[in-house]
């Protein structure tokens, strides 16, 4: 019996001291964030048909993310389409009227008043043709794979109307780097999966570059006194498990909205690429909150 109690004695001191040293430097709470990042954004209206990548995916430029399916789009497409074929159509018949007349008008067989009624008929087709490419132009912007209007006769509109092909838009990595989504602010209707309905220019992912984050510190910690080269590890805030790790190659000290009282202390870490894998990063997001301490040599 007393060896039984000498032992409980033994563990319960050896649980204390691990919790005791877990308290002495828990390490600090900060902001990290990816000192390079892009955004993706939705580029119309619809419904998301599928999401080829988990969030910390590593992915290249020109990857299919998803596939949005807008029949608002569509309908607005070839709409754009149609008016752009029949200006381009009318332009041609008014400028070949305007040359035909022209000829006559120098030849002294058409009036002034002739004249200047096709010019004028001219000038407006134009107008019209110019404006029908522009809207055109707009709406191709949101497309992955780009059209020559110029390249498009009106025998062809049936066949891309019925092809519904601008019914489900592809949207493609633009650059490469670790996927990450937006926060959901945990609320489950602000995660993005298959069925969900995103608005034009809502913000779906963000690709980042990891060779370097930034850690924003809350003022005057010590941490943030630490000498350029020292290195640092990040911990899951929940988990306390390791996310990366780095080493600091530059401070910054940046005001909060100008107020040099209120000092944001930020480090440039460059991190160890052997230090975490895109698994690690499956629930970050461009800002993450989480626990930053020093590495001791």
């Known amino acids: 019996m007393k060896i039984i ?3 409980f004695l033994l563990f319960s001191l050896f649980f204390m001291t691990q919790i005791l040293a877990g308290q002495k430097n828990p390490g600090i709470q900060a902001i990290v964030y990816p000192r390079h990042y892009i955004e993706v954004f939705a580029p119309v209206t619809g419904v998301v048909e599928y999401l080829n990548f988990l969030p910390g995916t590593s992915i290249e430029a020109g990857e299919s993310l998803t596939s949005v399916f807008s029949l608002g789009f569509h309908k607005d497409f070839t709409t754009a389409l149609m008016s752009y074929l029949y200006a ?3 332009l041609s018949h008014c400028e070949e009227e305007f040359n035909r007349f022209d000829k006559l008008f120098k030849d002294k067989l058409a009036s002034s008043s002739e004249y200047a009624s096709r010019r004028l008929d001219m000038i407006k087709a134009q107008h019209q043709y110019f404006s029908a490419k522009i809207q055109l132009s707009y709406l191709q912007d949101r497309l992955p794979q780009q059209i020559e209007p110029d390249n498009i006769e009106a025998s062809d509109l049936d066949a891309i109307i019925k092809d519904k092909k601008y019914l489900h838009i592809n949207i493609l990595a633009t650059a490469s780097g670790i996927l990450l989504y937006p926060s959901a602010k945990n609320k489950l209707s602000d995660l993005l999966t298959v069925g969900k309905l995103v608005k034009e220019f809502q913000t ?12 924003s510190l809350p003022a005057n910690q010590s941490l943030s006194k630490l000498p350029v080269g020292s290195d640092i590890l990040v911990k899951n805030l929940a988990t306390s498990e390791a996310v990366l790790k780095g080493t600091i ?4 000290v940046l005001s909060n909205h100008g107020n040099s009282s209120h000092l944001s202390p930020r480090m440039i870490v460059s991190v160890d690429q052997t230090s975490f ?3 690690n990063l499956k629930n970050f997001h461009p800002e993450f909150i989480v626990n930053v301490l020093p590495i001791n040599k």
């Open 5 to 7: 109690k000498n032992l």
């Open 88 to 90: 381009k159509k009318q």
């Open 204 to 215: 779906l992912f963000y690709i980042a570059d990891f060779s370097q984050i930034v850690v």
């Open 249 to 252: 190659v530059e401070h910054l």
């Open 277 to 279: 894998s895109p698994e």
